[in-house]
């Protein structure tokens, strides 16, 4: 397989479906090729619940961003997410083999780091490692080599639900896409939307999507905590759709087009023609009225956050603040309501670090989309081999060894 293979970001989302194809060029640079999105309607909360519906809409997004790049796609690097997702601190201690840290020691260490007991109906989704310890000496971040008798690793493990997980691949497979790895949604977002700095001090990544928020915290680069709130865009519609007796497509369209978090900041004499239903004639109301209804909703979303982060203890290491990214992310004056939730710097961060078609991913949709793209080049090997990290990606492994010893 070669370098410029194509790698596609498979973002599944509650409203709409995202696909980025782009190539990894010889000085690193990822290059995008192409883009597709297309309304979802076979999800709820971050969930698969209908999945010929899920299909469909992968499928036409797929079909436009291979138009669009002019090529066909066989695999893809696909996104997680919902309020089954569960993320907890773990531990593992090991003795040191032959007094020098190893390959086999930093294996072994993270290992017993997920030996932990966890439902049947679930799987570990990702070891994020945090810091080793070597004979009380803590902070360490590359033990490889270094000298000991004792070596610790506290890790992250992010959960998830395995018939969730399936059901993804299900739906990617009956597309003709085979799924090299599944990723939590904002760890794949945080490739391209935070930078070095911010999660060496200290940041909170919320991926505000449809159905829920998708929270990560990072600090001294690494993972701390992360949390699904089921909660998302999709309520804020549905509250403009019930405020304004508006149907639910129409109030979405109001709240992309004409939507404010801040009711402050709306002029007087500023109105919008509001669709009714039954037959009825269209209303012209204020856009403050919009406002008053949408601006209640978020404080209550990012409270809700706020609340997670203090019960992690995690809200007094956000020294950088907030970036906020994901497809409800580009309402108006979003950060100002942030900024008075959190009392930290916030900022709505999209896609960077990319060449090619960046005017349209640029936007806080594709974040995760693009994220999954730098993810999946991260991944390749030196071969340019996908390494096939999914539980369902490590069982067609062990069956393929099985054969090839027995045959």
Not at 188 to 214: F, K, N, R, Y
Not at 224 to 252: C, N
Request: proline share 4%.
């Amino acid at each position: 397989m070669r370098k410029s293979e194509p790698i596609v970001g498979l973002d599944i989302g509650t409203t709409a479906v995202k696909v980025v194809i782009a190539e990894k060029q010889p000085d690193d640079k990822i290059n995008i090729l192409g883009v597709g999105s297309s309304p979802s309607h076979g999800l709820r909360k971050g969930v698969v619940i209908n999945i010929e519906a899920t299909v469909k809409s992968i499928g036409k997004a797929i079909g436009q961003a291979e138009t669009m790049a002019g090529i066909e796609v066989n695999s893809a690097f696909a996104s997680i997410s919902g309020s089954h997702i569960k993320g907890f601190n773990s531990h593992g201690i090991v003795a040191i083999r032959n007094r020098e840290v190893s390959n086999y020691d930093i294996e072994k260490v993270i290992e017993a780091a997920k030996a932990v007991a966890i439902p049947l109906d679930r799987e570990v989704l990702h070891v994020l490692p945090q810091e080793y310890i070597i004979d009380e000496q803590d902070g360490i971040k590359e033990p490889l080599g270094m000298s000991g008798v004792r070596l610790e690793s506290r890790v992250h493990l992010v959960t998830g639900a395995v018939a969730s997980a399936q059901n993804v691949v299900k739906c990617a497979n009956r597309c003709g896409l085979n799924v090299n790895d599944i990723v939590f949604s904002p760890l794949a977002a945080s490739h391209v939307v935070l930078s070095p700095e911010e999660e060496e001090l200290g940041v909170c990544l919320i991926d505000i999507g449809g159905g829920t928020m998708d929270v990560a915290v990072y600090y001294k680069g690494a993972v701390k905590f992360t949390t699904v709130i089921p909660v998302g865009g999709a309520q804020i519609s549905a509250d403009i759709a019930a405020g304004l007796r508006t149907p639910v497509a129409a109030a979405e369209e109001i709240k992309c087009k004409h939507g404010t978090a801040k009711t402050s900041e709306v002029e007087n004499d500023e109105t919008v023609e509001v669709p009714s239903t039954g037959g009825r004639p269209p209303r012209v109301l204020s856009k403050s009225v919009l406002a008053e209804i949408i601006e209640p909703r978020i404080e209550e979303m990012f409270t809700l956050v706020k609340r997670e982060l203090v019960k992690a203890d995690c809200d007094e290491l956000l020294v950088s603040g907030v970036v906020l990214t994901g497809g409800s992310a580009s309402l108006g004056n979003l950060e100002q309501v942030a900024e008075e939730v959190f009392g930290v710097p916030v900022r709505v961060g999209g896609a960077s670090g990319v060449s090619g078609l960046t005017d349209l991913v640029r936007v806080p949709e594709y974040g995760t989309a693009v994220g999954l793209v730098v993810h999946g080049a991260r991944e390749a090997d030196s071969y340019g081999r996908f390494a096939a990290r999914s539980r369902i990606g490590r069982a067609f492994k062990k069956v393929a060894n099985w054969f090839s010893e027995h045959f």
